[in-house]
């Protein structure tokens, strides 16, 4: 089936299978890795998204659900090089270890803090409750999020 | 001087992970690459009948399928490395071949153009299974009459182990002693690393090459042993750990999904891959904990404790993995805690059941034996009607015992337990709590004040007690343009070497942190190494690249005073120079760099080039430790707990880059307070797992956590010349009795004086509401 999507900005149209998985055509037809795959069943986050503005766990969702999507990846968040302020924040605070939930995490906060701009530590836990961290114990990723909004303003 | 050695810097490794531009296994693609998956067994206990694999090869897109029979005597077997006396080890075939020992364990392989395709042959994949008898409780497991997990050994005993020390006779005589017994249950837990384990074998025929990506936290480790399973030679055999998210010790492994991926590559001529799914990672890869432990606590009536005994069964599943029976002897190593208990009595049994593995799980073995013995100060403490600090203070060595030597066999390098626990008694508010709580309790409101003053055995280990070597590899180089690069045996995973190691020899060197790059991971690059595990990586492989960095020092100062005419020992590294300590006479880095490396006027006896290594020996373990002190509320309407504050002192020894040792510290005490209060990885009574998904197993989530408020205390350890002991599972191996402490201590007015984990809220309810049976 063919399907248009607009990628990090970029319009591109693919054929693909109807059982492709959004994740693996991220990962596999358009060459992004860096949308991780973590457990395959919409528990872990490592695979979040944004699908028009919103995030999504792309592991449970079809390639065809995006048709006519813009979709942005952790590959597309830095603009002219320069790092988003979660990025950025993530660096600062320690927000990341071994990195494999970051993408996810990172486009998790981003949908908190464009519905939350001022979240309170405990709004950022429940807000963040989607996606798993087996590194960090979540503290220096609440933080992260803390210095993020404090830039955006 | 001002040193980077201490200072809080930035990862040097986030820029392209925080872009999604680094590569973990599962991203790479390599020309004419195929896709492998795995068929498992849904028995705990059978022999296999029949493996029909015709349907699955006749599937479109299907290159090959691959049963046990298929290689038997061609893959070497599953590696176990740990050597104990009497130690029985089953034959461990990386594809099953006449019986299946667990659910999970690969009985075919299927390789396919695709990775979908490949799935789906493997369900047409027919075996036929004839069912044996489960064994699932380790302790049934015992019984002279039980079924065997392994038909050609005798029982399922895998192992006895004992460690005697004291002067049991005398203690035992001695009836002024309190014996106090309890037995406890150190629950299965599974690692759930975010990245599940994956694997590219990559077989070039032509150069008899073998090239191994492969999620490892031990490339080198499992170079020997590929090139032993698949028969390639050694040198031309090369592992890369590439970017590996998260291990907690379950890629501290070989297996035999490795060994397969080798065989079919050398097979096919074709690089092969295959990715771990998160059933698969809950079903097949190494689980940890799992301990029965019944305990004996001899105390005086002022709550000195004068010996301990413990029983332990050790669940270890039903194969070996790499250091599967070594893991609960460390339960014994270190029993007696942060306590001078001078007679020790431990009973190790490990058994063989029809589960997968056990084996080293972020602590491995420490947490059991911390678990045990701060459980054990509390029923003291509860015994005697003391407070569980005043406890621990008693039965703490002065600072000035250091270095102590138990009867456990192991000597304790330094510590001050007394500071860690004063300041975590000030730092928690704890007297306040105390008042607080007997406030709460006459309104029906119970919180319960934890306390653990733990001590661990890490930076693993002095080569004569390891399994396979203890020491490790770090080498510096100085390049033409002055930028310097470091290579580490160590292959961290998450923790942040590359930019501790940076601050090492920039701090060393004196040039720019930015100047300085850290490789590891790649047994082409790095010649030799061990790996990372154990909290070793900064203590024994930072030490080899401190020393290194000495080596080099003393090299270029002997450069440097040749063509300044000057002594060697007058010189200091600062600021890109090297110069007189009055600053009268220098040369750049760049410069030294150029007069060693082009070599046009060297002093007699140097050699060209800037390149100098160290393989560093510990002299012996190092032991961190700490004092941790959780509050919690348990709800007596429905028995929920909710830890309400978590306060956090520990001692690391010096500290090289506060914000990685607090990161080391908040995710060691999420997984330490997950097992407490949440985790608990299931089999049913016929050996099905239970919880084989993360709908199932309960990995903590960011809502469940309060603000960990930490602070650190710094006893430097005498083991290596930089201080460090190391942190990467201090967290862990602190915070699990801290939490189940407050829980019991809440739970008091009801007569509660144990519960086992996990503390969930139906089995708190029960106690609160039928108290505990006399």
Redesign the interface.
Known sequence: MKIRVKLNGQAREDDVEPRLLLVQYLREVAGLTGTHIGCETSICGACTVLLNGEAVKSCTLFAVQADGAEILTIEGLAQDGELHPLQQGFWEEHGLQCGFCTPGMILAAHQLLRRNPHPSREEIRKGLEGNLCRCTGYQHIVKAVEWAAQKIG | MPTLLGERI??K???R????????V??FKLDGMVHMAFARSVHAHARVKRVNTEAARALPGVIAVYTGADLKGKVGLVPCAAGMEGLKVPEHPCLAIDTVNYVGEPVAAVVAHDR?VARDAVDLIEIDYDPLPAVVDPEKALAPDAPRVHEKLADNVAFVAKLEGGDWKAVEADSSLKVIKQRMINQRLAP?????RGVIASYSPGEDTLTVWSSTQIPHILKTQLALMSGVDEARTRVIAP????G?GSKLNVYGEEGVACYVSKQLGKPVKWIE???ENLLGTIHGRDQINDLEVYATPEGKVVGLKCWIIADLGAYHQLLTPAIPTLTALMIVGSYNIRNVFVETKGVFTNKMATDAYRGAGRPEATYIIERAMDLVAHELKLDPAAVREVNFPSPKEFPLSLPTGVTYDSANYQKTLKKALKLSGYAKLRKEQERLRKKGKYIGIGLSTYVEICAMGPSSRMPAGGWEFGAVHVDPTGKVTVLSGTSP????EETSFAQIVADGLGVPFDDVTVFHGDTFQVPIGIGTFGSRTTAVGGTAIYEAVLRLKKKMSRIAAHKLGIKPGELEFKDGKIQTADGQKSLSFVEVAGEAIFAKQLPPGIEPGLSEQCVFEPSNYTFPFGAHVAVVEVDAETGEVRLRNYYAVDDCGRILNP??V??Q???????GIGQAMWEEHVYDENGQLVTG???DYA?P???Q?P??DTEATETRSPVNPLGVKGVGEA?TIGSTPAVVNAVVDALAPFGVKHVDMPLKPEKIWRLMKDGVKA
């Open positions: 930035k990862r490794e986030d820029p992970l925080i872009q999604g531009r680094g590569h973990y599962d991203d979908s759930v690393s975010m990245e599940t970017e590996v998210g998260g907690f799914g998160r059933r995973h998450g923790q942040g914000m990685l607090d990161g510290i908040h995710g060691g005490l999420a997984q998904t993360l709908m990995v989530k960011s809502f956590f603000w960990f967290g």
